[in-house]
């Protein structure tokens, strides 16, 4: 259950994404020590972002691709959703890949690397391309770089 | 813009895919309920429809009073659900539906699907309740 105080915190509980089959997903990834990590047969990561407002930590479950080392993910949705918002002002997230978790700094792309990553995420899923035509705003890309060797 | 802040538990609440029940008023004064797909933005709620003439934003467009409910599953002691109910005042803003209920059919369907269906929707309606008082049972 999620904690219900208000304020700030910097605890270290962790908040899922309250969206049900969201939450669901995320349930059984992190019970399973990540063996259950696809959803729809595609592979998913789990971020944990810092909320820019409340400081509580937020986890969320996403569709990712790679390039070299680093993941790459894409905000979808009319608005940049929470965690692309949290992960602009708090860069330090952390990400869960089936049984690994490591620290990692989340930054977005820049324009230089966007066309190439961009395709990257259209093999991952193809209907990024029916969002980002009724998005009305350019999806934005984020890469995650694991910290340290 | 709501004149209250929602709280972290609402929002979750009306996050987790609960259907909203909105209630809108007609001209003779009657009651008329129907259930939406809801949205946050910062601490108004938010809806989407492709077809601007429904009743529903006809009513609103006489008389902007709205009253919309989300029931929970959380029980709160004597054993009652948590339910919240969210009072205010709604306005039309034209466009961007389509964009808004791609973003909730991702709560209310799931991952991987394309709604509304369609390759080229109608810009559509937003409706932006903004919220001036909570009621229910819950934290708020």
């Not at chain 1, 093999?123 to 984020?142: C, H, N, S, T, W």
């Not at chain 2, 709160?76 to 059919?105: M, N, S």
Request: with cysteine.
């Amino acid at each position: 259950m999620s904690n219900r105080s208000s304020g700030a915190s910097t605890s270290a509980e962790v908040h899922d994404n309250p969206t049900r089959w969201v939450a669901a997903h995320i349930r059984r990834y992190v019970a399973s020590g990540g063996r259950e990590h696809t959803f729809n047969g595609r592979d998913t990561l789990l971020i944990t972002t810092r909320g820019r407002r409340s400081g509580k930590l937020r986890r969320t479950a996403l569709y990712f691709g790679r390039d070299g080392d680093r993941y790459v993910v894409v905000a979808t949705g009319a608005h940049d959703p929470d965690w692309y918002r949290n992960l602009l002002v708090n860069p330090a997230v952390v990400v869960q890949h089936r049984a690994d978790t490591f620290a990692a700094v989340a930054r977005p792309v820049t324009p230089a690397e966007r066309p190439r990553l961009w395709q990257v995420m259209l093999r991952v899923f193809p209907g990024y391309a029916d969002y980002q035509m009724r998005a009305g705003r350019e999806l934005p890309i984020a890469v995650l770089e694991m910290l340290g060797p | 813009m709501s004149p209250i802040a929602l709280p972290d538990a609402a929002k979750d609440l009306i996050r987790s895919g609960a259907l909203g029940h909105l209630v809108t008023l007609g001209s003779s004064g009657a009651p008329h309920v129907t259930c939406v797909w809801v949205g946050i933005d910062g601490d108004d709620l938010m809806t989407a429809h492709l077809n601007p003439h429904q009743r529903k934003l006809d009513n609103v467009r006489e008389d902007p009073r709205v009253a919309i409910s989300f029931e929970g599953t959380a029980m709160h002691p004597p054993g009652l659900k948590e339910y919240v109910v969210a009072h205010g005042r709604a306005t039309i803003e034209e466009g961007g539906a389509a964009a808004l209920l791609q973003e909730l059919a991702h709560v209310y369907l799931g991952p991987d699907v394309k709604f509304p269906p369609m390759d080229d929707p109608p810009p559509g309606v937003r409706l932006r309740i903004a919220v001036d008082r909570l009621s229910g049972i819950g934290p708020w």
